[in-house]
């Protein structure tokens, strides 16, 4: 098994939002805003190439929204899917699977595409097999009124629609269910979203852990700082507790889909409860 970390592109989301009730002068000490209260946000996935298949794990928003809609999410620098596939020898056309941690635009846009002639849409990753779980995406298709402007149709329908969508089972009460023959673990948690899934990937001897939105940055580590997007807070933060608690007991090596500035953390205990250890690059880690 081999993993390459793949930039989607970065944008901007805003602060307020990103910390829920946490007072601006607390959150922007680790998150700094710009004139427009936005902070950084990256789209970081993860490809996982695993004998012959290559497993992409979430895709970023992708490019076939409008200007209208880019403009409320301020992109910024120059990464995309393609060029960080090339960089490592890959082309879309080689992914075998693509995992949705979630189907919220920014996890899962990028799965789908405009079709040539801009009059209907097409996969992203033609001879990919799509990844989600049964009640997630009857959440997402049949959305709330709160999540409805995050779970876009032309997202998520024609997934189902290439014949090749595939769901991964809740093994009942477990904390980690195997993801069928992807070679990870999965923790579902539900304050994000309903059945979000979390990636436990053993490499190198060591335990990486996709972050998706559990911990969108290295600055939502205390337990208070959850995010305004968030359905259930009150479900995050013994989700987030929980999984905190074991991540430093474990040294867990946390991949983070959102923070700009920290590819990889670990954590540590303190007076003060969990804290952020130490950051570092992927490539300070595995190779």
Known sequence: ??????????????????????PKSLWTRTNPADSNNMIDI?????????GDRLILIDTGMGDKQSDKFFSYYFPWGDDN??????????????????????????????????????????????????????????????????????????????????GRLHFIDKNGSKSLSKADDLGFDVLFVDGHTDKQMIPHINYKG?????????????????????MGYDTRP????????????TAANENFYLFMEHDAHNEIITLKHTEKGVRHDQSFTFNEIFN
């Open 206 to 226: 060591k335990k990486l852990v996709f972050m998706a939105d559990l911990l969108p940055t290295a600055g939502h580590i205390p337990l208070p700082y959850v």
């Open 81 to 162: 899917i393609d060029k960080s596939l090339k960089k490592y020898g890959f082309h879309r056309d080689d992914i075998t699977d693509v995992f949705m941690t979630h189907l919220h635009f920014d996890h899962c846009g990028g799965c789908i595409k405009w079709n040539k002639d801009r009059t209907g849409y097409e996969p992203a990753f033609k001879n990919a097999r799509f990844w989600s779980n049964k009640d997630h995406w009857d959440w997402a298709t049949n959305p709330n009124d709160r999540e409805k402007a995050s779970f876009l149709k032309e997202n998520i329908l024609p997934m189902e629609d290439t």
């Open 42 to 50: 990256a789209a970081r996935c993860l490809l996982i190439e695993d």
């Open 234 to 245: 009150l479900l995050t933060l013994p989700e987030k507790k929980a999984f905190l608690e």
């Open 1 to 22: 098994m081999k993993l390459y970390p793949i930039e989607a592109g970065n944008f901007k989301l805003d602060g307020g939002a990103m910390f829920g009730v946490v």
